[in-house]
Nanobody
Framework: QLQVGESGGHLVQPGGSLRLSCVTS????????SGWFRQAPGKEREGVSC????????NYATSVKGRFTISRDTAKNTPYLQMNDLKPEDTGVYHC????????????????????WGEGTQVPVSS
């Protein structure tokens, strides 16, 4: 079973930047889509950004478009997430996820019994 871990989250002021990283217990095939989801307090987990194989599609949630950038560790096919101009509404636990589906241009979807994710890294955005 794939194990996933996230790092890079910490308290940041509005307007600040963070870069999140993802590690896995083994390399992931570049045929498998991966990305980042987040869960705000009291809300359901939502897709933030996800990507298919190298040179393939990239999706961003409307709320983060133009501020967040997803990229890839080509050695392990794991995603990074560069987050700029952070807002209080970006606060949440951010999860790296592998084995997801891209839908349309702004949606990332988990697949039951196929998607793996870690425990997440906390990103509090507050002054």
């Amino acid at each position: 079973q794939l194990q996933v871990g996230e790092s890079g989250g910490h308290l940041v002021q509005p307007g600040g930047s963070l870069r999140l990283s993802c590690v896995t217990s083994r390399g992931i095939s570049d045929t498998i889509a991966s990305g980042w989801f987040r869960q705000a307090p009291g809300k359901e987990r939502e897709g933030v950004s996800c990507m298919s194989g190298p040179g393939g599609h990239i999706n961003y949630a409307t709320s983060v478009k133009g501020r967040f950038t997803i990229s890839r560790d080509t050695a392990k096919n794991t995603p990074y997430l560069q987050m700029n101009d952070l807002k209080p509404e970006d606060t949440g636990v951010y999860h790296c996820e592998s084995g997801i589906v891209l839908r349309g241009e702004d949606t990332c979807v988990e697949v039951e019994d196929f998607t793996y994710w870690g425990e997440g890294t906390q990103v509090p955005v507050s002054s």
